[in-house]
C-alpha cells in the first residue's frame, strides 16, 4: 500500500514562506552591500552653500541681497578683479611686479604740438592730463607696439585731467587698478612711469610720498619722484600695483630741487563716470601762481641784490686803482713793513697800526699814509653798506665773495 499524497494546501503556505524569506534575505545582502560606497560618496558630497552670505557688518541684515549701493560702498569697491581676468594680473608681491605689471598698461600720447603719457583704466579708456592734449578732439596712442586713434570725451582743467576714448580697442589690453590717494601715507615709496622727454617711453622713477597739498580744491601728491616733460598724464603706483595719482608738474631747477605733483586718483573718478564740468581756471595756473609767489618776489629782491652790489663794487674798484697808483709811488721809499691781508697792498692800512713806515725818507711819509688810510676808509664804507644792502636782500654770502673777489676787492675785513 503507498504512502498517501502530500497535503496540497501545506505545500502553498510552504512555497509563499519560502519566497518571503528569499526576498527579505535579498534586502538585507543589497543593503550591507551598497552602505560603504554610499556612506562614503556622503564624506566627498559637500554641503550646500546658501543662497547668500553677506559679511557681517553692524545695520546689515545677512539674509538679504547685497544691493547695488552697498556694493559700491564695500571696502572691497576697488579690489583687483579675479586673477584669471586676462586683462587685469593678480596683485603684485614686489616693486619689480609693480612696474611689469603696470608697463603693459601705460601708454604714449602723440597730440601734434605736445606729448605725454596716459594710461588705460579700460580697455577702450585712456586717462591724462588735460595739459598734454592742448585743446584736440583726437590724438593718438601708442602702447607697446599697436597704435590707436582715441577721441577726447571729457577735459577738466580745473583738476588737469582728461579722458580719452580709443577708437577700435583691443578687448585684451591690459589695464591699472585705481587705489584712493586718501589712503597713502607720507614717506610711502611710489614709482611714476611714463615717456620722458615725450620719446623716452617707460621710463620709470623711484620715490616717496612727500606731502599733500591743496590747490584750489583739488589735492595734489607732492613726491620726490622726477616727473620729467613727457611724464605728465602717467600714473604714480604704490607698492600694491595701484594708481594713487596722475602725474601732473614737475619743477624746474631753477625754481626747487625734488619737487613734482600727481593729481590725486580720486578727481577722475567724476569725469570716468561723465561728469565734465568744470570750476574754472586751470591747475597749472593755481600751481604755478603758489610756487612763483612769495618765492619769486625773493628770487627777483635777491637778483636786485646781486646787481646793486655789483655796482657798487665796481665804482669800489675803480678807487681802489687810484688808490693804487698812490701806494705803488711811495711805497718803495716809505714803507718798512706791510704785511699782505687781502688782493691789495694797500688793504693793510686799514689794519690798524699794520703798516710801518719811514721816518728818514725824503717824503713825508706818515702824511702821505694818512691820505692811503683816508681814501680807504672812503671805500670800506661803500662795500660795508653795499654788502649789508645785500644781505638784506637775500643774496648769499658766496655770491658776494666771488664778486668781491672778481674786482680785486676781497678782504677779511669787510
Partial sequence: MGEPPSDPGKLTAFAVLAVILAVAGGAIIWGWWMTPPARAAAAVMPAPAPAFAAPSQPGVATNRPLTTAFARLAPDALAP???DDPATPAAPTSFEEVVSQSLPAVASIDAGRARGTGFFVKADTVLTNAHVIQGQSSV???VGDALYSARVVIVNTATDLAVLQVVNPNP????LRLGAANTARVGEEVVAIGSALGVL???VTRGIVSAFRKAGTTTLIQTDAAINPGNSG????????????????GVSRQTGEGLAFAVAIEHA???????????GGTLLGSMQEQLSGPRADAENARGQGEA???AALQAASRAGDSIDNLWTRYAGECVVR?????DRLWFAALDGNAVEVSRSAKWNCESWLDTVRERAEEVRTVIQQASETARHNGVYPGVLRDLRRRYRLEWNGW
Fill in 338 to 342: 706791510a704785511p699782505r691781508s687781502g
Fill in 140 to 142: 593718438k596712442v601708442t
Fill in 172 to 175: 585684451q589690453q591690459p589695464t
Fill in 81 to 83: 578683479p579675479l586673477a
Fill in 234 to 249: 602717467g600714473p604714480l603706483v604704490n607698492r600694491s600695483g595701484q594708481v594713487i595719482g596722475i602725474n601732473s608738474l
Fill in 201 to 203: 617711453s617707460n621710463t
Fill in 269 to 279: 573718478a567724476p569725469l570716468l563716470d561723465g561728469q565734465s564740468s568744470s570750476t
Fill in 308 to 310: 646793486q652790489y655789483a
